[in-house]
Structure formats: structure tokens, C-alpha cells
């Protein structure tokens, strides 16, 4: 079986150029949900990470996507060609340039990742303000891991986050939960949720 990491698998651009088929990113169900999200926060300075088609800028006057260079060159140019961008791997690349913006946007990201924790443990180091995780399946009782499914013609992961895991990891880097929406899905445990998280001021 190929096990080839979901950021070399042409099967991601598969997916992406799938949720592209409905580029009215407010006139579907999870558009909506991430609006509740963000609707407070849509005048500040926001950066996407694994933007895909970056139709997610709708909900910012300030946006720029972030992704792989051939997502960028192959959906997210082609899709909104007016935008700003950023080549780079977040997960080998230097990232502290995320202190420049006010909102991290994780739509269905964390989700993807091989290794989920690891990965929201190098965007909290650096993110300044907001942090938005859409799309997240957490599990009360079962370990933090991540499922290699077949999909889109490859592979890709799906990851299911600990809640001890994840509270702990958000309080690490002095982060708290203002918002968190449940998503409804049935065959993610407690239907899936997403979060707005907030950097907690020092006294």
C-alpha cells in the first residue's frame, strides 16, 4: 500500500479541486459554521494555513492563504488569482512569521496532519492572537492518532485528537477556548467540532 504523506499524494489536490465544486463558500453548511467563527474578527490581518482554494478569504478583508507550491500554482492561483500568498511547508518550514498576523485559520488542517499535536504545537508557538481550528474530530476516551484512508484516488490522513491532549496542549502556549461549535457529523465521535482560540493575556 502506498503510505506516501498526504503533502506529496496528488489525492490532497484531488480532494481541494472537490470542495472547489461549490467556490460559495457561505451557501454551504460548513461555510456557515466557520462564519460563526469568525464573523467578530473579519477586519484583522489573517493568514490561512492550507489555504487549498483560499475561498475562505470571503470571511477577511485582510487575508492571505498559505499552502504547498503546487496547491498554490494549481488551485488556490487559479481559483483567486487576486490574492496574496505564501509558498511553504508548515510542516518543515519556519513559520514565525505567523506573529504578523492576528488570525491563524486552520480550515480542516489539523485534520489532515499525520501528526496533529505536533503540528498545532509549532502554529501556537507562534500565532499571536486568534487561532481557528474548523473541522476537527475529538475523542473523549481514545488516544490521540491518525487513520490512513483511501480517498480521491490516493491516500490522505484523517487525525482524532485526545481532549486531555488538546486542553493541554492550548494551555501550554496560554491559549483558551472563547467558542467551540459542534459540527453534527455522525461518523466523527461527538459529531466533530471546531474552535476559536484566544491568547490569554498576562496579568
Not at 23 to 48: A, F, M, V, W, Y
Not at 113 to 128: F, N, R, S
Amino acid at each position: 500500500m502506498n503510505t506516501t504523506c498526504w503533502h506529496t499524494d496528488i489525492s490532497i489536490l484531488n480532494m481541494l479541486s472537490a470542495y472547489n465544486k461549490n467556490p460559495d463558500l457561505l451557501n454551504t453548511e460548513h461555510g456557515r459554521r466557520l462564519q460563526d467563527l469568525t464573523e467578530q474578527l473579519s477586519c484583522l490581518k489573517c493568514i490561512d494555513i492550507g489555504c487549498g482554494s483560499a475561498n475562505a478569504n470571503v470571511l477577511f478583508k485582510n487575508y492571505t492563504g498559505l499552502d504547498l507550491p503546487y496547491i498554490i500554482d494549481n488551485l488556490s492561483k487559479k481559483t483567486n488569482p487576486e490574492l496574496n500568498y505564501i509558498r511553504c511547508n508548515a510542516e518543515t518550514d519556519y513559520i514565525n512569521f505567523l506573529i504578523y498576523y492576528d488570525v491563524v485559520l486552520l480550515n480542516a488542517f489539523i485534520d489532515i496532519m499525520k501528526y496533529p499535536l505536533k503540528m498545532l504545537d509549532k502554529i501556537l508557538k507562534y500565532a499571536k492572537n486568534y487561532v481557528i481550528i474548523h473541522r476537527q474530530e475529538i475523542t473523549e476516551h481514545g488516544d490521540t492518532k491518525a487513520i490512513l484512508n483511501q480517498s480521491y484516488g490516493g491516500h490522505t490522513w484523517h487525525s482524532i485528537i485526545n481532549r486531555k491532549d488538546f486542553d493541554n496542549l492550548i494551555k501550554k502556549h496560554n491559549f483558551e477556548i472563547l467558542k467551540e461549535v459542534n459540527l453534527g457529523f455522525d461518523n466523527w465521535e461527538n459529531s466533530g467540532s471546531s474552535f476559536l482560540l484566544k491568547k490569554a493575556k498576562h496579568d
